[in-house]
């Protein structure tokens, strides 16, 4: 059990525990909304002993379960007696906060459903107290944007093995249109073409020929070294602000010659700094392609 890791979240109804979990799911935690708690032991019981690569859990538990005051407390205390280890974060913001929020998503409060949105308030936060007190941590939202609750989630939680950003790779053309999941886009329609060369045209971005053809002009060498820091500056940044995925793509008139020598020199970069990298060429077949290699065949 020394890699079993669980969280139980709970709080105020309309804290954030919701963005909570999807930001623990992005560490790689396998969540579960909602369970009741006398379900808890026996599921904690199957996870600690499961053989299964999933070693790491997040339950949700809150007033949404009907038995949860009732419940929760003596749950807790039968965890600690099978002496599985679990962290308890609570999900807290003020009264006016909750308040506003219930108002912009005009959904009832899960405590009283007819009751005044403010009395439902103080109701649950009477019935939690006892809750937070045997909280591991506390996080208050009230004053926190999406974003800066992620970053807090991430630094708390996050494990050697878990959380590590997906970089995608992708080339295009821009004829065929500019990808819509793109976070970085580098145009490098301004490279020599290998197109006007008869010999090179339906040969794809990764065959030698083509490669040598775009890598031979003083341009091509200079762009790529400019490419190189800019990418080693910024993919750092992106970890650091928690993000999960980024999508670099780059693009020229068909997809076929420029931008896919130049996504395969950015994804050669990126995995030999052994990040988490894939690769795709989206227009490629798009073309009359008569001689194309995989990515991990070719050599800069």
């Known amino acids: 059990m020394k890699d079993f890791k669980l969280i139980i979240v709970t709080g105020m109804s309309g804290a954030g525990k919701t963005l909570a979990c999807r930001s623990?799911?992005?560490?790689?935690?396998?969540?579960v909304d909602n369970l009741p708690p006398m379900?808890?032991?026996k599921f904690v019981e199957l996870c600690s002993?499961?053989?299964?690569?999933?070693?790491?859990?997040?339950?949700?538990?809150?007033?949404?379960?009907?038995?949860?005051?009732e419940t929760f407390m003596q749950v807790l205390d039968e965890i600690d007696e099978q002496n599985v280890p679990y962290q308890l974060l609570f999900m807290d913001a003020s009264d006016a906060v909750i308040i506003r929020r219930y108002k912009e998503t005009r959904r009832r409060h899960p405590m009283d459903p007819n009751a005044l949105v403010s009395d439902a308030i103080k109701q649950e936060r009477k019935a939690l107290d006892k809750i937070k007190q045997r909280a591991t941590h506390i996080i208050d939202t009230s004053n926190l944007k999406s974003g800066e609750l992620k970053e807090r989630i991430t630094k708390m939680f996050k494990t050697n093995d878990s959380g590590r950003m997906n970089i995608n790779i992708l080339s295009f053309g821009f004829k065929f249109g500019v990808p819509l999941e793109s976070d970085l886009i580098f145009d490098v329609r301004f490279l020599p073409n290998p197109f006007y060369d008869e010999k090179l045209r339906y040969k794809s971005g990764n065959v030698a020929d083509v490669a040598k053809y775009i890598d031979s002009f003083d341009i091509?060498?200079?762009?790529k070294e400019k490419l190189d820091d800019f990418i080693d500056f910024l993919v750092p940044q992106y970890i650091n602000e928690g993000k999960s995925q980024l999508v670099i793509s780059v693009g020229c008139t068909g997809g076929m010659h420029r931008s896919v020598f130049i996504a395969h020199h950015i994804y050669k970069l990126l995995k030999d700094k052994d990040y988490l990298v894939n690769i795709e060429h989206r227009d490629l077949m798009k073309?009359?392609?008569?001689?194309?290699i995989a990515d991990e065949d070719i050599a800069d």
């Not at 999933?54 to 009907?66: E, I, N, P």
């Open 24 to 31: 623990l799911e992005d560490l790689d935690y396998f969540c």
């Open 39 to 41: 379900l808890i032991p």
């Open 49 to 69: 002993h499961s053989s299964d690569h999933m070693q790491k859990f997040v339950l949700v538990v809150d007033a949404r379960s009907k038995d949860f005051f």
């Open 220 to 223: 091509t060498r200079q762009f």
């Open 287 to 292: 073309n009359k392609v008569e001689e194309h």
